[in-house]
């Protein structure tokens, strides 16, 4: 069972472009919303994260783009650089519980910047 | 001063074997986890750990045991390796749950020939 789906599998964009990855859940327990970014070789780290009482966070390039009512979330790059060439994860975080102690990821994105 | 090491990055080992990773944070952290990553870069939680207590089990054969000595240390003990556990094994720790920021380490590819 998914329980974050993410799309697309893949992605490429030219220089100065806008990179989209979209991600959606069913659980509406999730609370807190981070993605990662890995590149290879290495381990997954904290890109920027959000939390369902706002609906954009922005730092920098990167902006959350937070829809509750759809359960989906996105993550924009803005003027995408070669250097953002790496796999995006979304993951998703209940409020309480067990679960709350585990981070459930969709199966990422390998964004690929072409000059 | 790194965060989060693992050791050893890299484990190549016959089928039916033992072996271990060892996984240290210096960051005080009360949570450390360890997920795995497969060959289609699919990352699952296997174990974690809030202060020494075993907080998550999921579906792991028994082979795989996890061990935590003390706050800073989760190690993972595998026994009779097969072919299907090779993948890459990622531990992290975090300061409370889930929902603070997840420090990994750099991974261990581990290869069952």
């Known amino acids: 069972q998914q329980q974050v789906k993410q799309s697309p599998q893949s992605l490429i964009v030219q220089k100065g472009g806008i990179s989209i990855i979209n991600c959606a859940y069913e659980?509406?327990?999730?609370?807190?919303f981070p993605w990662y970014q890995q590149f290879p070789g290495k381990g997954p780290a904290l890109l920027i994260a959000?939390?369902?009482?706002?609906s954009e966070k922005k730092e920098g390039r990167f902006t959350i783009s937070f829809n509750k009512s759809a359960k989906q979330f996105s993550l924009h790059i803005m003027d995408s650089q070669p250097g953002d060439s790496a796999t995006y994860f979304c993951?998703?975080?209940?409020?309480?519980?067990?679960?709350?102690?585990?981070?459930?990821f969709g199966k990422g994105t390998k964004l690929s910047v072409i000059p | 001063d790194t965060a989060v090491s693992q050791t050893p990055k890299y484990l190549v080992t016959q089928m039916g074997n033992d072996k271990s990773i060892k996984c240290e944070q210096n960051?005080?952290?009360?949570?450390m986890y360890w997920y795995k990553q497969d060959s289609k870069k699919f990352l699952k939680i296997m174990f974690s750990?809030?202060?020494?207590?075993?907080?998550i089990n999921e579906t792991v054969p028994n082979r795989f045991s996890p061990k935590s000595p003390d706050k800073a240390h989760l190690n993972l003990h595998i026994n009779s390796l097969e072919l299907g556990d090779s993948a890459v094994y990622f531990c992290?720790?975090?300061?409370?749950?889930?929902?603070?920021?997840?420090?990994f380490g750099q991974g261990t590819r581990l290869t069952v020939v």
């Open positions: 992290a720790s975090s300061q409370g749950d889930g929902r603070d920021e997840a420090f």
């Open positions: 659980n509406t327990a999730f609370d807190y």
């Open positions: 959000i939390r369902p009482d706002v």
């Open positions: 993951a998703a975080v209940p409020y309480s519980g067990a679960g709350s102690y585990q981070l459930t």
């Open positions: 960051l005080g952290h009360d949570t």
């Open positions: 750990y809030n202060n020494k207590e075993l907080i």
